[in-house]
């Protein structure tokens, strides 16, 4: 299938993937009453009381939006609001499906920080999470960190922490397969955006001690050529501020991972890596490295953001569950180790008579993971005490 035709000529014939379907029947006069006017103004008076009661007497409880003001989505870059309305609405589809939560796009027609976090603070009462999508570094640091510290209902960047969550969840089980320790292999990272920078942060809490991140301009380092988010990385992990190049350092690495552009990965730079070497390219449309050239020089394990090979690193998942826990408890945040738990969660659906080199993650549509992935979270919630319920 030609999938790029296809999708399109179904897009045309969906008109929009979600709909609203009403609960409540509304047929009757009796039906009216309860459901409108007069009967409803009890439960806004009830709200009015206690706002907390807008979890119990509305949808609230169960609503989240995904938002995106269109400066970074899929490899397409800044294509604006309405034209990253396709990839929000898939979303919300896949939280429906997977995870039961009601979820409905939200595109913001500006790129100004401040007026993208005082939009989601002012519409923050009408859910019960805010799930931010495709929305450009360095802003999306300070909109995510500003909403998380601001808002008291869980604020998640897909793409920084849910990409970080499902490449956690691979490693640790080509690991297991490649009978190497966590805190022994050296790992390298091509791309230092949104992305990369929140994986490696994310590694260096799942054990990763030895840990090299590049970007256009080189190994990041203590260097003005390198933004602020960069930089604080580089005093994490590189504090001898040493320079070179992506093939500099993937020599001698266990582990290769990209969340940057296509065909930067040689073959020959695979051939200098340590012995079972283990590749997750996961630029899209085109990876750092074909899966098949990986293969053919030698890597043990390959995993790329395509469902055409195996090993998809898909973040679908990460947030059905993970909102899907967090809202059942309703939990004031999403925390690092109900992020760890998720990963924990993902990596043990795969069981031990399972494993191999090509089936380290389970596939989306496996309702295991994301029920795995809800308990999981629900459980580090309550242990942290950032449950409401």
């Not at 730079?269 to 390219?281: A, D, G, H, R, S």
């Not at 890597?299 to 998942?317: C, D, K, M, R, Y």
């Not at 690092?336 to 738990?341: K, R, V």
Request: proline share 4%.
């Amino acid at each position: 299938m030609n999938y790029k035709t296809e999708s399109l000529k179904k897009h045309y014939e969906w008109k929009g993937k979600i709909e609203t379907v009403s609960r409540v029947p509304v047929g009757c006069k009796d039906d009216l009453c309860l459901a409108y006017t007069p009967g409803v103004a009890e439960a806004c008076m009830a709200i009015h009381e206690d706002v907390n009661r807008s979890f119990e007497l509305t949808r609230r409880w169960n609503t989240v939006p995904v938002i995106t003001d269109g400066t970074a989505v899929l490899g397409l870059g800044n294509i604006g609001p309405e034209a990253g309305m396709p990839v929000m609405e898939g979303k919300c589809a896949l939280f429906k499906t997977f995870g039961g939560v009601d979820a409905f796009p939200l595109c913001i027609k500006s790129m100004d920080t401040e007026e993208i976090i005082q939009t989601i603070k002012l519409l923050s009462g009408s859910f019960g999470g805010i799930n931010l999508e495709d929305i450009s570094a360095p802003r999306c640091f300070e909109i995510e960190q500003r909403l998380k510290k601001e808002l008291d209902i869980p604020v998640f960047h897909d793409d920084q922490h849910g990409t970080a969550i499902v490449v956690g969840a691979a490693l640790l089980n080509a690991l297991r397969l490649a009978k190497k320790e966590i805190s022994k292999i050296k790992v390298v990272l091509n791309g230092a955006g949104a992305a990369g920078i929140a994986i490696s942060k994310y590694l260096l809490k799942l054990g990763v001690k030895n840990l090299t991140v590049v970007d256009r301009l080189g190994i990041i380092r203590d260097d003005e050529v390198f933004n602020a988010p960069q930089r604080e990385l580089a005093k994490l992990i590189n504090p001898n501020n040493v320079a070179g190049l992506l093939k500099d350092a993937m020599a001698g690495a266990d582990v290769f991972i990209g969340v940057s552009v296509g065909n930067v990965v040689t073959k020959e730079m695979v051939k200098t890596m340590n012995e079972k070497p283990i590749l997750f390219p996961c630029a899209n449309p085109v990876p750092e490295i074909s899966y098949n050239d990986a293969k053919e020089a030698g890597a043990f394990i390959v995993g790329t953001g395509s469902s055409e090979f195996p090993n998809q690193i898909n973040n679908v998942l990460v947030f059905p569950g993970l909102f899907r826990g967090a809202l059942d408890v309703r939990a004031s945040t999403i925390n690092e180790e109900m992020m760890l738990a998720a990963s924990r969660g993902i990596a043990n659906c795969v069981k031990e008579n399972e494993l191999k080199v090509d089936y380290i993650l389970p596939y989306a549509w496996d309702k295991r993971v994301h029920e795995e992935v809800a308990k999981a979270v629900k459980e580090e919630a309550i242990k942290a005490h950032v449950n409401k319920i």
